[in-house]
C-alpha cells in the first residue's frame, strides 16, 4: 500500500521555464511534507517543508503547495536550471508518530534541458 | 565537514557473510535513522533511534537485520547472512526532534 505516490517518474522541462512536480498521499495523518533532491551516487538533500497548517511555503525559486482536501502537493521550480536535473522525492510525515519518520514517493526524475 | 557521513560506499560480499555498515550523524543531532533504497523506488524506513534508545524497528526487514547505537552518537547496521535481495542503496539519515532529516551519502551493498 503506497501511501505516498508520485505518478509522473520523469517529466522534462526547458530552461527558464516552470517546472512542476506533483506528489499524492492517502494517509490523513500526515501533517509535515518535504521534497529532497537527490543526485546519482548521492544521499537525498533536503529541499523544502511545509507543514499542514499553511498551503504555500516559498524558498528561492522553490515552492510548495499543499491541497489538504485533495490530499496532494506540489512543488514548482521556477525558472528551472540545467542544475536542477535529479531525482526528486515527496516524502511525508506524522507528528503523531514517533520519531517523525518519513514516508518517500517513488520520485520524479526531472531533466533541464539547455 | 560537518554532515552525515557513512562508511563505506561501497561494499561487494558473497552470499551468506555478515555485513556491517557504520553512520556518523550531525554532532547536536539527537535522531538517526535507517531508510533503505532499490532501484526506482523511494528510500524505505527501516528503524531509528533517539539518542542510544532504539525506538521503532519494526520495520526492519528480517530478524537478519540489526542496529545499533550504543553511546547515542554514531550507529551501525549489520545485516547477518546476505541474500541477493540485500542488495541496496543503504542511507542513514540524522536530525534534531520534529525537523528535516539529513540524509549521508549512503553505502551501496552489492550481494553476489
Known sequence: DQQVKQNSPSLSVQEGRISI?????TNSMFDYFLWYKKYPAEGPTFLISISSIKDKN???????????????????IVPSQPGDSAVYFCAASSTNNAGNMLTFGG???LMVKP | DTGVS????HKITKRGQNVTF?????S????LYWY????GQGPEFLTYFQNEAQLEKSRLLSDRFSAERPKGSFSTLEIQRTEQGDSAMYLCASSL????????????LTVV
Do not use: M, W
Open chain 2, 22 to 26: 557504520r553512520c556518523d550523524p550531525i
Open chain 2, 36 to 39: 533503505r533504497q532499490t532501484l
Open chain 2, 97 to 108: 526532534r520534529n525537523t528535516e532529516a539529513f540524509f549521508g551519502q549512503g553505502t551501496r
Open chain 1, 21 to 25: 512536480l506533483n506528489c499524492d498521499y
Open chain 1, 58 to 76: 516559498e524558498d528561492g525559486r522553490f515552492t510548495v503547495f499543499l491541497n489538504k482536501s485533495a490530499k496532494h502537493l506540489s512543488l514548482h
Open chain 2, 28 to 31: 547536536e543531532h539527537n535522531r
Open chain 2, 6 to 9: 557513512q562508511d563505506p560506499r
Open chain 1, 107 to 109: 520520485g520524479t526524475r
